[in-house]
């Protein structure tokens, strides 16, 4: 278990606690379905791994129990959860999804998620928002303006742009999506600009902020659509593309094991 080969140290920009870096390995672990044939380690053995105290290792596997991923009983010591009891609203579980087990269904049901959510969300904050709220959008915009003049980060400038319209909805609900809504949309983003070739567009973002500050509803939630859509469409013609490309793999991968086959037939 020392070297335990199906726990990988994680990878963060900044610098993690104890408890957080047993957190990112163990779910990283489970997402990626290392642990689907239950040989979950022990509390013991996961703190040895990590040369941390068993109060760290033990709140870990707590947080990752609220997350629904693991079970943890006294006599049956911890288990790891199948993928439907998993809490997917939660941000961590939905990065390590992206990140971990990358799929385009996976990317394709969250800008469904997106279609029910944000256009809703544009016109309400075309009814609701306060000035500093509309300021804060404006900014947003403004970020990705700077981008494009390499001023700024695109895919940041993006994000912020699209959480600062949920929160100027004034709905506490919406507003407690922004996290959510970040993680996804960092790995989505950066998916719909590889496939188009270009980052978004700044011409559509600002057709929702005119409409939001014009306190028109029905155009902002339309403009909101449209973008959202454009991402639909290029996740599912990226697919599309994919599907052959897998198959030609798969076909070419298979190529070598008949030819090794032949000298043997050439010999009976």
């Not at 609203?89 to 944000?118: A, I, N």
């Not at 469409?233 to 032949?262: T, Y």
Request: proline share 4%; with cysteine.
């Amino acid at each position: 278990m020392d070297n335990n080969p199906m726990l990988e140290r994680p990878r963060r920009t900044r610098r993690l606690t104890l408890t957080e870096q047993v957190l990112e390995s163990l779910g990283q672990a489970i997402v990626s379905g290392k642990f689907e044939a239950g040989n979950f380690p022990t509390e013991a053995e996961i703190s040895r791994l990590f040369s941390t105290s068993r109060s760290v290792t033990r709140e870990a596997v707590k947080m990752l129990t609220a997350k629904g991923m693991l079970t943890a009983r006294p006599r049956s010591g911890i288990i790891a959860q199948p993928q439907e009891c998993w809490s997917l609203l939660d941000p961590d579980v939905l990065r390590w999804m992206l990140e971990k087990k990358f799929s385009h269904d996976l990317l394709r049901h969250f800008t469904e998620m997106r279609l029910g959510l944000e256009p809703e969300a544009a016109a309400l904050a075309a009814k609701q928002a306060t000035p500093r709220a509309l300021q804060a959008i404006e900014q947003g915009l403004q970020r990705m303006v700077d981008a494009e003049n390499g001023d700024d980060d695109h895919l940041e400038a993006d994000v912020a742009f699209h959480v600062s319209v949920l929160r100027a909805t004034g709905n506490p609900f919406y507003a407690q999506l922004d996290e959510l809504i970040t993680t996804a949309l960092k790995i989505s983003i950066r998916q719909t600009n590889r496939i188009k070739g270009h980052t978004a567009s700044v011409s559509a973002h600002r057709r929702v902020f005119n409409a939001i500050k014009a306190g028109n509803a029905a155009r902002a939630s339309a403009a909101m659509k449209a973008i959202v859509q454009e991402a639909s469409l290029l996740i599912a013609a990226d697919q599309a593309r994919d599907v052959p490309a897998k198959k030609a793999r798969s076909k070419a991968s298979s190529v070598p094991a008949k030819r090794a086959r032949r000298p043997a037939s050439a010999t009976r």
